[in-house]
């Protein structure tokens, strides 16, 4: 029988954990899944929750640790028996998050639907967005009541996908073929354009100044329209 391996004697106590990137987290495990794990961060008083995809490391901390100084909240922001990815995402919905992807990249928004392998993201300055679930390194869910950038519930405009959802985050992009599209929430003119084509697990773009640019699928983080 397979042995199965989880955190369970390292809840409540002081980790590192170390992130695809080279970034490092201290904080106190206060949860663990499968497929994820929660650490309070008291210097920030936030509460992280890392698939662990994305985790190369995780070690307990020596106690006397000077940054290990801080009381862990009684309540978790997304309350989840057993938990997991999947069931953190759907427990998120219509909380206020952030989700961290990479090179200092994050998005602020509200998680609205969980599909196989991606989710539905409302940004009030991206607007709605595709996400890879692949590619999210971390999520901390702000405290009720708050809102994106201090705004008032009724600006707050969750607006319906574009399109009707797929299945998976391949098929999804599928439908916005032909479509002027941003890719990764990036400013890069070659992850702006015409997505012309999605197929073997590849992605065809026609940036603004017709130069063609094929992009592997499996590193496309997210995508939304202009």
């Known amino acids: 029988m397979e042995m199965l391996i989880d955190f369970v004697n390292l809840i409540e106590k002081n980790v590192e954990v170390e992130i695809s990137g080279g970034i490092f987290h201290k904080g106190t495990l206060i949860d663990s899944g499968l497929d994820i794990v929660v650490i309070y961060v008291g210097k920030t008083n936030s509460f992280l929750y ?28 997304i309350e989840a028996e057993a938990i997991s990815y999947r069931k953190i995402l759907m427990n998120a919905k219509g909380l206020f998050v952030k989700v961290y992807m990479s090179d200092n990249q994050s998005f602020h928004g509200y998680v609205s639907s969980i599909m196989n392998d991606y989710f539905v993201f409302y940004s009030p300055v991206h607007k709605t967005m595709f996400i890879s679930m692949n590619h999210v390194k971390w999520m901390i869910p702000y405290p009720p009541d708050t809102t994106p950038y201090a705004l008032e519930n009724e600006k707050l405009q969750l607006t319906p996908p574009p399109t009707s959802l797929a299945r998976s985050f391949e098929e999804q992009l599928k439908r916005l073929e032909n479509q002027l599209v941003i890719l990764d929430g990036r400013d890069n003119p070659e992850k702006i354009g015409l997505l012309q084509k999605v ?28």
């Not at 197929?199 to 094929?214: F, H, R």
């Open 199 to 226: 197929c073997n697990n590849k992605v065809i773009l026609v940036t603004a100044e017709g130069e063609i640019v094929y992009r592997n699928l499996e590193h496309v983080k997210s995508i939304q329209l202009p």
């Open 50 to 77: 890392i698939p662990f995809v994305h985790i190369q490391r995780l070690r307990e901390l020596p106690k006397w640790d000077e940054d290990m100084t801080y009381d862990t909240p009684s309540e978790k922001p």
